[in-house]
């Protein structure tokens, strides 16, 4: 169990919050570490306490608008000592079937709530011959919709488990009582058929079943046909889009942030920035950019073709084809090759903060410093110029000066020996020589970066402890 789960359950317990873990709870310890979310119910008289707890652990909420439901809300922990994300899944009101629609309310929250037992984890959970009539009755609605009928039987095995481990310790006499105090149109025999029907029935019994459920629940269906219908085909259109080409999923709440890690080479930029994708990418909309090396824009590409071509054709001895460039360079060409480069990155800039400023989160591989003839950064001091040449340094600067700055940054040190050991031993196609390695070391360390919070981190130690020293530092700025 995650140390947040436990926290989490024992901060509720303490402030005797009405809740409980209200459905799949054969998994529910896999859940609290993680391997799924936690789904809560919570009592309507507790939600504002409720919302007050999870802040204080530091949950954070999340959404996307494209995929909502009223009464239903997704938030967002992370774990310190695994160094993973926990996710809620929050009910105020019980709202089920099919998982685009969502359109069946069981209005009895309340007498849920009042009938529970306790879970090992200390997690109350429903009594289990209310949880059991529940998942039937979800399992069937979802047989009901041809998309959702093929997820779930997808998921045959663990829809038979889980009707095993309710079946054991739901007393029958009380399975009755409760169709009869909230599902009175549902006779005892009927219910246990669905049983019988999703353990042995056809793939037409159990649509036809479902059909049948759906039609039974109608008293608790909020939604009219048409709404439903709409909801479907809309969202069958979008998750369709938005897997293909949009790649959208949940934005925090709070605001989007602007992550940059950046740093000398050999220093583990890449494979940082990489595992952060991958962290956050799993709930939020995430993009990760390469700073150093930004696409040409129509404006530009004719100059950097043409630049491409001269520096193919310059000897590897020329000032405009040396990545290592001196201040005050005086080639009128390397100098437009600064300005442009300097555009591409600006646009590339401004893209990044139009992005979070939406709410999504961007992780930046590298960043520009404030100082001059040092990589991702100006290369034309205004002082060193005069004339056309004053013009363009100073257009260079305002195009770095408009630049955002980060909600975040890291500063990734290494001793240079290090360094040069670490790009010997990586596998990396053209990778730089020692030589190199140590001349830009030499010239770019202790730089200086304005960020709203810069945190400096020094990756000669066990790398575990960095990405979660690293992780915990952005989580609480998201």
Aim: aromatic share 12%.
């Amino acid at each position: 169990m995650y140390k947040l789960s436990k926290d989490l359950i024992n901060e509720l317990n303490r402030e005797d919050i009405k809740y409980c873990h209200w459905k799949s709870n054969l998994l529910l310890n896999d859940a609290l570490d993680g391997y799924d979310d936690l789904d809560l119910l919570v009592s309507r008289d507790d939600i504002y306490k409720f919302e007050i707890i999870i802040n204080r652990l530091g949950f954070k909420e999340a959404s996307n608008k494209n995929i909502t439901f009223n009464a239903i809300k997704h938030f967002y922990g992370y774990d310190n000592i695994s160094g993973e994300i926990l996710h809620l899944h929050i009910y105020y009101q019980v709202k089920t079937g099919p998982s685009w629609t969502k359109s069946i309310h069981f209005d009895f929250e309340e007498y849920i709530l009042d009938n529970l037992m306790v879970h090992d984890s200390s997690m109350p959970i429903p009594k289990k011959h209310i949880e059991l009539v529940i998942f039937i009755f979800r399992v069937m609605l979802k047989y009901s919709k041809i998309n959702e009928f093929i997820l779930v039987n997808r998921e045959h095995q663990r829809t038979l488990d889980e009707i095993i481990y309710l079946q054991n310790g739901a007393n029958r006499d009380k399975v009755r009582d409760f169709l009869a105090l909230y599902f009175n149109n549902i006779s005892e025999e009927e219910f246990y058929s669905y049983i019988d029907i999703i353990r042995n029935g056809t793939k037409l019994q159990k649509y036809f079943a479902g059909k049948r459920v759906k039609k039974r629940l109608k008293e608790y269906k909020y939604l009219s046909t048409l709404e439903e219908n709409y909801i479907n085909i809309s969202q069958l259109f979008y998750r369709s889009f938005n897997k293909l080409f949009l790649k959208q999923k949940k934005r925090v709440h709070s605001m989007g942030t602007l992550i940059v890690v950046a740093g000398l080479d050999a220093t583990g930029k890449t494979t940082i920035t990489h595992d952060l994708k991958k962290w956050l990418g799993k709930n939020f909309t995430i993009s990760l950019v390469h700073f150093g090396k930004p696409k040409s824009n129509p404006l530009t590409y004719p100059f950097n073709f043409l630049i491409k071509i001269l520096r193919k054709e310059a000897s590897s001895s020329s000032n405009f084809k040396s990545s290592i460039q001196k201040s005050g360079a005086k080639s009128f060409v390397y100098m437009v090759r600064q300005v442009i480069l300097a555009y591409d990155r600006y646009r590339l800039a401004k893209k990044c903060w139009e992005q979070t400023s939406s709410g999504d989160i961007v992780i930046l591989d590298r960043y520009k410093s404030e100082d001059y003839g040092v990589m991702d950064s100006r290369r034309l001091n205004p002082v060193d110029y005069s004339g056309l040449k004053l013009k363009l340094a100073e257009i260079e600067n305002s195009l770095y000066n408009k630049m955002p700055k980060p909600d975040i940054l890291f500063y990734l040190t290494v001793p240079v020996e290090i360094a040069v050991q670490r790009n010997h031993d990586r596998i990396k196609e053209g990778k730089e020589s020692e030589a190199f390695i140590r001349v830009r070391h030499k010239q770019n360390r202790d730089l200086t970066y304005i960020s709203n919070q810069t945190h400096i981190i020094d990756t000669n130690q066990p790398y575990e402890s960095e990405i979660r020293d690293i992780k915990s530092k952005i989580w609480k700025v998201l």
